[in-house]
Each structure stands twice: as structure tokens, then as C-alpha cells.
């Protein structure tokens, strides 16, 4: 039975290239929604904030990342997306109660 350790290096290195697709997937269709770019706007701010924090993660331990950095290389993204819209939507609501008032 193989013991479980630190990650190797490969491991965050493929992590990163399996974030690379879905990525640019959800870019492609976000950039076809005939908003005037919003929606595409947000996508393209997750995925640079996204390579931002890998690029922390992986010149912190770059030799030993942890299981949680694998994991945030490679599904990172969504939670950062997920977050921007959240953000948005909170955004949108109160500046539609402000201008009410």
C-alpha cells in the first residue's frame, strides 16, 4: 500500500494544464451571450484572478504543494467565478433598492 505524501510537482504542473480547458470553454460560450460582454467581463476577471493565485501557489511550494493547492489549481476557478457573480447579483440588487429610495 503506497503511503500518501506531499504531492509532487507534476501533480500541480497537470493540475494547472486540466484548469486550462474549462476555462477557455466557459470563455468561448460566455463571450457568445448577447449581453455586451458583461457575463464575459466577469469570466475573464475569474481566470486572471484564477492564474494570479496559482502563480502564488505555485511559487510558495514549488516543490511540495499541498493536496488543498491541487485542488484549488484545478477547480479554483469556479469557486472564484462563483464568487464574482455572487458579488454582482448582491451589487445589482442594492443598487436597485438605492435608486428606489
Do not use: Y
Not at 469570466?43 to 516543490?63: E, Q
Amino acid at each position: 500500500m503506497k503511503e500518501e505524501g506531499p504531492q509532487e510537482p507534476r501533480d500541480a504542473h497537470e493540475a494547472a494544464r486540466f484548469a486550462v480547458v474549462p476555462q477557455l470553454l466557459i470563455l468561448l460560450f460566455s463571450s457568445l451571450i448577447l449581453d455586451g460582454g458583461q457575463i464575459a467581463r466577469f469570466c475573464g476577471a475569474a481566470i486572471v484572478v484564477h492564474w494570479i493565485a496559482a502563480a502564488i501557489i505555485l511559487i510558495r511550494r514549488p516543490r511540495r504543494p499541498t493536496p488543498f493547492d491541487i485542488i484549488l489549481l484545478r477547480a479554483g476557478f469556479f469557486l472564484i467565478l462563483a464568487v464574482a457573480f455572487t458579488v454582482a447579483i448582491i451589487a445589482t440588487f442594492v443598487a436597485e433598492v438605492l435608486n428606489l429610495n
